[in-house]
């Protein structure tokens, strides 16, 4: 990708229980953002952090941020079938204005 | 945020012709965007479109591939040129508010099968 990687790529786990997704990147960074995208759709935007902030929930939803480490990781808890999609994380650098964006996780929730 | 319409949703083309794609936003934005995903892929940043002036493209791609209109601040256009299979994506037109921590807003993508 142009950014950086995500990972695991695919990931499969049962109803109900939590799903972790990371993401690593490159550069300096203004803010993370995490999206998710059905089927080939167009995108949904899920939650962006700030580069001072570490960690943020909207929902059932979890990231945090690590910007020493340059890395994010996305948790979804109480995963449902509904949340089987694409999940990428994307960066606007320092000093920037573009969104560029990993390589996606693919979760397969079980019921 | 705003709304982008994007059409076409789909086509199917025949090699060697070109395809223009359209993005109408719903209110007035100051740069938009082009993506290309190709199939089981992330989105990689074609150009950025500022009315007025020549989009930006990122490394990898050209103009004479694919040229981009801006002629306003609610509307723009990526042509996919000369195309051939391996142009077989989806492409999606995005935006964002102002600010530096807006996040981006897209379209609906058009899913491009060149034959």
């Known amino acids: 990708s142009q950014q950086g990687e995500e990972d695991p790529q695919a990931l499969s786990i049962q109803e109900g229980e939590n799903a972790t997704m990371n993401c690593s990147y490159k550069?300096?960074?203004?803010?993370l953002q995490w999206y998710r995208q059905n089927s080939g759709r167009g995108l949904v935007h899920l939650i962006l952090?700030?580069?001072?902030?570490r960690e943020k929930h909207s929902g059932r939803l979890r990231v945090t941020l690590d910007t020493s480490k340059k890395s994010s990781s996305l948790l979804i808890t109480a995963s449902r079938a509904a949340d089987t999609a694409s999940y990428f994380c994307?960066?606007?650098?320092?000093?920037?204005?573009?969104?560029?964006f990993g390589a996606g996780t693919r979760p397969f929730v079980k019921a | 945020s705003a709304v982008i319409s994007q059409k076409p949703s789909r086509d199917i083309c025949q090699r060697g012709t070109s395809l223009t794609i359209q993005c109408q936003v719903d209110?007035?934005?100051?740069?938009m965007f082009w993506y290309r995903q190709q199939p089981g892929q992330s989105l990689t940043l074609i150009a950025t479109?500022?009315?007025?002036?020549?989009?930006?493209?990122e490394s990898g791609f050209v103009i004479d591939k694919f040229p981009i209109s801006r002629p306003n601040l609610t509307f723009s256009t990526l042509t996919v040129s000369n195309m051939s299979p391996e142009d077989s994506s989806i492409y999606l037109c995005?935006?964002?508010?102002?600010?530096?921590?807006?996040?981006?807003?897209f379209g609906q993508g058009t899913r491009l099968t060149v034959v």
């Open positions: 995005s935006s964002k508010g102002t600010g530096t921590n807006t996040e981006a807003f």
């Open positions: 479109a500022n009315q007025g002036s020549e989009a930006t493209y």
């Open positions: 209110s007035q934005v100051t740069m």
């Open positions: 994307a960066t606007v650098n320092t000093g920037g204005f573009k969104t560029i």
């Open positions: 952090i700030r580069s001072n902030e």
């Open positions: 550069t300096s960074i203004n803010n």
